[in-house]
């Protein structure tokens, strides 16, 4: 999830917030296409990339699950160094009305088969 404040080049944040979603669907990492690729296979709605608008600017976040109101994000190692961050934008985004937003480091989508453990356990944490 990358929180991003209008460029200066862009004409409104709404056009920032598009140009940077195409560019990211565009350059999916291959955790995001795998996961991408599961939801879709088993017929889950989900918005991916999906932008999301404060009062002052945007976050993009990974997957948006639609059914079930909740945010999913995959982290990188770069996530290590901005844990405290994440835990600012996920309380943003709960008060902006997400029923929850489930973060899972890659390492835990790269096994064989786990995105259906994945899964359970987004709508496990729903309940």
Known sequence: MIEIKKPKHFHSREEAAESFREDLMS???????QFFDFLHRQ???FEFQK?????TSFYIVDFYLNQYNIIVEL???????????DAQR?????HLGYS???RFWNKE???KNYCKSVLKTIIWKKK
Do not use: A, C, N
Request: no cysteine; glycine share 8%.
């Open 43 to 45: 017929g889950y709605q």
């Open 75 to 85: 982290d990188g190692e770069g996530h290590k160094e901005r844990m405290k961050e």
């Open 27 to 33: 350059h999916p990492t291959k955790y995001e296409q």
């Open 90 to 94: 996920t309380e943003v985004l709960k």
């Open 51 to 55: 932008i999301v608008y404060t009062k």
């Open 109 to 111: 989508i790269r096994k």
């Open 100 to 102: 929850r937003v489930v």
